[in-house]
Structure formats: C-alpha cells, structure tokens
C-alpha cells in the first residue's frame, strides 16, 4: 500500500516509501531529515576551513594562523595508543564550536623536502622513515609506530610548520598554530623514538635561519616530557636558545634528560635552560612563575627574532601520562608571556597531550590569547615551596651566563643539604662554593621538614 505522489504533489524522492494515509509520518521524515542535516552541518571537516580575513583596525591585517591536514590523521595505530588522530580532531572540533576556526586564516600544508629535513636529520634517518610507505605497520621502538601513510604525516607536520614560519617571518601573520602530528621534539637527528618521527620544531627554525633570515631563536617546551631531541640538535649553538620545563623526578621519568646542569655544550653553554620538576602535581602557579623568574629575563637578554613553542599539552590537568595540574589558564598565560618576547612573532607547534577534554580546551584558550584576547590571571600566592627552591636552583646555575641575574636575592638554603644535594645531584656543590663538606651533615633542627 504506497501513497500517490499525485495526491500529495510532494517530492516523490521523499515520499515514495512512506505509507498512506500518514501525512504525520512524512512531515517525521521531514523533520528527522532536517535534523540530521543541521547536524552534519556542524560536524567540522578539514576540507571546509576558509581563508578568512581578520578585523584588528583594518580588513586587511592578518593575525593568526593555523596549519592542519586531514591526511595525518592517517597516522595510526592498529590498537590502543595515546598519540591517535583523535587529538587534532578533538582540537579542531573545540575550536569550531568556540568560533575561532573563522577568525584565522588557514595555512595549508605540503609535504616537506628531504633537502629542509636533513638541516637537522641524517639522509638514512629520513630513508628509514620514507621506507614506512612500502610496509603496513613498521615498529621504530616499542613506543614508536608507522604506518603506510606515517611517512605522509609526517612530512607534511614538518611542512606545515614551515609554511606557518615563512608567513610570520615575513610578516604576512603576526603569529601561527600548526595543529600537526606526529610529534617531533624527542626526534633525534638520527632515529625515531618517544612517538615522534622527525623533529619539526627543529627542522622549522634551521630552515628559517637559513633562507628566511632568522639569525636568533628561542624555542620554549612546555611539554610535561624533556625534549631530548631539541635539545641534542642546539646545545653546541649560541644563536638558538631552548627552554625547557618539564617533569624530571631525579632523572626517572622519560626521557631520563633535562636536569638543569645541563646547560649547553661549548660555545652553546648558557644557551640550554633545563627547568626540571621532581615532582608531580605542579600547577599554573609554578609554571608561571618559572616563566615570569627565569624564561622572560633571559629572553629578553637574547632577544630573539621568533619564538618557537613546543606545546605539548600532557601537563595539563586530567592528562594519563603527565601527572601536572596546568588548566587551560595557565597554558594562556603562557603564551601571552611568549607573545612579548619578540614583537609577538610566536609559531606554536603540537607536541604532546593525551586527555582530549583537557587537550582541546587548552589548546582552544591558547588560540584566543594567539588572536588578541586576554589571557586569566593567575594566582601566585599558593606557589609550593619546592618549587620555589627548585626554580632559584636554575637560576643560580643560569646566572653565571646571564647578566639579567646579577642583583637577583635568593634565599639562603638551609635545612639538611644532604637531602637537598640527593634531590639536585652533587653538581650543586659548586654553586653553593661549599669548602667543608662536613658541614653538610648538620641539619639545621627548625628548618628539617
């Protein structure tokens, strides 16, 4: 029993398999129909992001840009793993609904060049890498993976990132986010390893030191893991200044790297600043903090060009892996304290970050702050005393090459310094000019908590 289209005059694409005599059962479909379509309208897709032009005084005057790709979300595991397609698109998704994908002009992504990829990595690195493509799932280490389409993914992170570089170099955007994966700060110039491929923070500013002019640049890592591979890359360059804060615990959590000792080689001493935590639980707080007292004054003796930020987003509060209490506050307070250092010339590139509520959110109020907005005050006054301790550890080793610590006051260290010297390493006994190592087992009794 099928309803006359004639009877009806309606669209017979609509109505040819709807019972008759049930008027409601059509306007149901009609509506459910409509439902669904204005569902699928707000599903973001990569393929609809618009160049789209930003209002600051004038029409003209690009701000901010973002580089993603569709293709990486091809990277990926056969089963469970936390670096999954899910992040970017769990950031993309956060910033559609908020309104920000159309206040940013898209950057597209293209694959990068062996010639950009060996400023930094070996040609039987990339090789290696490349030869993923032929295989269906290649192990590079029992956390590392790829795929046949890693190889893609990962030249165009790489490419994205320097695509975003050269329009905020030469000023055709003040600033830029490449929403990009696999990761890169762990990538040695020589193997794969900590989920990344290649390095493309580091890849992004050799190229920009060598055909955009850039002389000086300072990459600042918040990710709540050391990045071995950057740092490994610079630490023997005086014109590339790397900063580090990351979780440490004494040297046992990955990549076991990154204690603040670790300053520099040769003419690139003082050019490596390790912010190390040794414990977990650090908050907006003691990050800011470590920002306000030791990233901007040295920035602002180095004056860079550009500022590099490998945000990596597993220190953020809910992260599996990270153990921190960042919020989505203290990652914008960040960034604006990066945004003045070098004229606001701020590139950001995705590292790490695995709870994907706490991932999007955090990236979303970075991409406000990227566009003019104000980030939240943070609150200083429940700073933990540890942290305080450990933060003017690193500048007692950092002052020795930098002068914007010369009339810094520190506080006199008391209590057991046996223990201090257990949570520090030995190496602090040549900042503390301590000449009778028998003092070091008096504790002072009002102090020896």
Known sequence: DRVSTQSTGANPMCERFVPSNTRYQILLQKEIHRKRKLTKDKRFHFKRLKHCSLSFGTSEAPRTGIACDGRMTKHEYWGNHPERPDRVRSIFEALG?????????????????????????????????????????????SDTYANKWSCLAAHLAVGGLIEITERVVSKKLLNGF??????????????????CLYNNVAVAVQ????????????????DVHHGNGTQHVFETDPNVLYFSIHRHDGGTFYPKLGAAEEIGVGKGKGFTVNMPWSFV?????????????????????????IVFISSGFDCAKG??????????????????????ISDG??????????????????????????LGEKAPEIRRDNLCPNAESQIEHVIRIQRSYWTCFDGVELKEIRGPLVSYLKEFG??????????DEDNLEEVDEENST
């Open 207 to 222: 190229v920009a030191r060598k055909t955009m002019g850039v002389n000086k640049a300072l990459i600042v890592d918040w």
């Open 97 to 141: 609904h908020q309104g920000l994908i159309n206040r940013c002009y898209r950057v597209p992504c293209r694959p990068a060049t062996v010639e950009e990829l060996s400023t930094v990595h070996s040609l039987e690195h990339v090789s290696r890498v490349r030869r993923t493509s032929l295989k269906s799932f290649h192990y590079f280490d």
């Open 281 to 305: 639980a650090c908050g907006d707080a003691e990050y800011v903090s470590a920002f306000e007292r030791i990233l901007l004054p040295i920035a602002r003796e180095f004056k860079p060009d």
């Open 345 to 370: 010339r701020v590139v950001m590139a995705l590292e790490g970050g695995y709870d994907l509520l706490s991932l999007s959110a955090s990236a979303a109020f970075c991409v406000r702050v990227l």
């Open 319 to 340: 992260d599996p892996i990270g153990g921190m209490e960042v919020t989505p506050s203290g990652f914008a307070k960040m960034t604006e304290l990066c945004l003045s």
């Open 426 to 435: 030995s190496h602090f006994l040549d900042y503390l000019n301590v000449t």
């Open 178 to 195: 490449a929403i990009v994966r696999p990761p890169g700060h762990h990538a040695e110039p020589s193997y794969a390893c900590g989920f």
